[in-house]
């Protein structure tokens, strides 16, 4: 079973920056999907980004695509999103979340883990 513990939310401006780190431990994630979902208050999970498993090919909600950035370091076991150009409507609880099958899902089922949230808030 694969832990993942997600670090660097906060509060920060619209327009700011932050930059989310999950970590992997329990096994390597290396051969996984991984992936990040954000769950605003009142609101389904949704997905946010996701990077297979070689960090080939990485995948975006069109609400964030061109101001996140999703990256893995295979080697440390952990995956990232870069934010920026955050807006209040990026205000949720984000979750990182790793796939046995190492493509990346869009879908919440095909992921096996999950981390326990870390709160992003920006104020506007």
């Known amino acids: 079973q694969v832990q993942l513990v997600e670090s660097g939310g906060g509060l920060v401006q619209a327009g700011g920056s932050l930059r989310l780190s999950c970590a992997a431990s329990g096994r390597s994630v290396s051969s996984y999907g991984l992936g990040w979902f954000r769950q605003a208050p009142g609101k389904e999970r949704e997905f946010v980004a996701a990077i297979v498993w070689s960090g080939d090919s990485t995948y975006y909600a069109d609400s964030v695509k061109g101001r996140f950035t999703i990256s893995r370091d295979n080697a440390k076991n952990t995956v990232h999103l870069q934010m920026d150009s955050l807006k209040p409507e990026d205000t949720a609880v984000y979750y990182c979340?790793?796939?046995?099958?190492?493509?990346?899902?869009?879908?919440?089922?095909?992921?096996?883990?999950w981390g326990q949230g870390t709160q992003v808030t920006v104020s506007s």
């Open positions: 979340a790793a796939d046995t099958y190492g493509m990346g899902s869009t879908m919440e089922y095909e992921y096996d883990s």
